[in-house]
């Protein structure tokens, strides 16, 4: 059995559910670029859609020039970054043995878990706003968690492209 077999089978139910979202997804040889490169398409396009939500919910509660919406302008520079980030690496070789591809594997379980998180704040962001027509503490309070949120699952990919070998 391969050492992506290896943890497959040790981590079976939730490499299905990766599956599901991420089609191939198997870091053997032969399609551990494609996965990664699916992955990363998913990613990117899941930020953006954080991004559109929170470009959204500034126009429903700030003008543009409100000194106030700073929080979601400096959230939305940051998911430019990520996204710039997560676009632009390029690998040329994934590693083979165990360990480095169950560290991948468990890296990208937190990368879509972040994403579902984010999204989850911003409905909750969504909901403040519609129910007040203002910002109140609390909703400065999950946009804060929010970048929190944001700058881990950073965190994440870049450590992530450290057990992969970069093409620099």
Known sequence: MSNWGKVESKYGR??????RLVKPYDYGQKDANLTDKNLRELLTSELRQV???LSDLLSLAYSETDEAATSFKRIMNDIDLAISEVKTLSYWKFPDDQQPLEKI???DVVLLNNIELMKRTLNGIHTQILSSQAVTSATNSKLENLRKILSDTRAV?????EIIKIKR
């Open 157 to 161: 990919f870049l450590e992530r492209a």
């Open 14 to 19: 939730e490499v299905s559910g990766l599956k």
């Open 51 to 53: 991004k559109t939500t």
């Open 105 to 107: 594997f468990k890296a």
